[in-house]
C-alpha cells in the first residue's frame, strides 16, 4: 500500500466508521473523514492526528449527489499530488425510523435511498479511475433489519423502522451487484451486516435486552478482512 492511498470515510463518526478510520489510518493510508457537521469532522481529524495519522475534515451531505461528487473533488484537492482514493467506507444514514403507515414515510424512503443506494453509485463513479488504479474497494456499513427472518421482520415493526429495513435491503443488494460489476476492473465491494447495537453508540443505551452489542473495533477488523480476501461480499456480527 503506498503512503499515498486515500481512504474516504463516508458517513463519519464514533463508532464503527472512526474505528475503520484508525485501523486504515495506522497502515498509512490518507483518511478523509466526511460528515454533514464540520466541528465533528475535524475534532476526529484531530484526534487521529495526535495518533499520527494523516486525516482531514469534510463537511458535506451525503444524501445530495451534487454534495458527493463535490467533496470527493475536495479530497483529492485536499491531499493533493499522486494521492488517489483507494478506499470507500460507505457508513452513512438517515438516522430517521418511521413505519410503512406513517405520514411523509415515501419522503423519508427516497431520502433513505439517496443514502443507502443511489450515493454510493455517485461516489464509487466519481472516483472510478482512481479505484480501477489502485484495485480498490468499497466496504460498506450493512444492518440486519436488511435480512427476512420472521425475528427480524418482528424486530423492524416493534422499532418502527420499516424504512430502514427496506433500505438496507435495498442497499445489501446493490453491494452484491456492485461486488459483480467492479470485479473485472480488479475493484471489490462488500459489506458487513451488523447485527445488534454498536458498543457505545447512541442506540447502546442498556434497554434492548436480547440485543447484540458490537464492537465497533470487531465490524472495522471484519471489514479489513473482506477487503483482503475479497472471497464473499457480505458476512454478518453478531457480537
Known amino acids: 500500500m ?3 492511498s486515500i481512504i474516504v470515510i463516508a458517513g463519519y463518526g464514533s463508532g464503527i466508521s472512526q474505528s475503520v478510520a484508525r485501523k486504515w489510518g495506522k497502515q498509512g493510508y490518507k483518511v478523509a473523514l466526511v460528515s ?31 454534495a458527493v461528487k463535490a467533496v ?25 425510523a418511521k413505519g410503512l403507515l406513517q405520514d411523509a414515510v415515501a419522503d423519508t424512503l427516497s431520502k433513505d435511498f439517496a443514502f443507502s443506494v443511489n450515493n454510493i453509485l455517485v461516489a464509487v463513479n466519481a472516483v472510478l479511475p482512481d479505484l480501477e488504479i489502485t ?13 427476512e427472518s420472521q425475528e427480524l421482520i418482528d424486530a423492524t415493526i416493534t422499532y418502527n423502522a420499516s424504512n430502514v ?6 442497499q445489501r443488494k ?5 461486488n459483480a460489476s467492479l470485479a473485472p476492473k480488479g475493484i471489490y465491494a462488500g459489506q458487513v451486516t451488523v447485527s445488534g447495537v454498536i458498543k457505545g453508540s447512541e442506540w ?3 434497554s434492548t435486552a436480547g440485543v447484540p452489542v ?3 473495533d470487531v465490524v472495522a477488523t471484519r471489514l479489513a478482512e473482506l477487503e483482503a480476501k475479497r472471497d464473499v461480499a457480505d458476512v454478518i456480527v453478531h457480537a
Open 204 to 206: 447502546d443505551t442498556g
Open 165 to 170: 429495513a427496506i433500505a438496507k435491503a435495498a
Open 135 to 147: 484495485k480498490g474497494a468499497i466496504l460498506v456499513t450493512g444492518g440486519a433489519m436488511a435480512l
Open 72 to 96: 470527493l473533488a475536495e479530497v483529492k484537492t485536499a491531499f493533493g499530488g499522486a494521492a488517489k482514493v483507494k478506499i470507500i467506507h460507505w457508513n452513512a444514514t438517515q438516522g430517521v
Open 2 to 4: 503506498s503512503s499515498e
Open 214 to 216: 458490537v464492537d465497533p
Open 174 to 178: 446493490t453491494v452484491f451487484l456492485l
Open 36 to 66: 454533514r457537521t464540520k466541528a465533528k469532522v475535524d475534532a476526529g481529524a484531530t484526534t487521529l492526528a495526535k495518533e499520527g495519522i494523516d486525516a482531514k475534515g469534510f463537511a458535506a451531505d451525503l444524501a445530495d449527489a451534487a
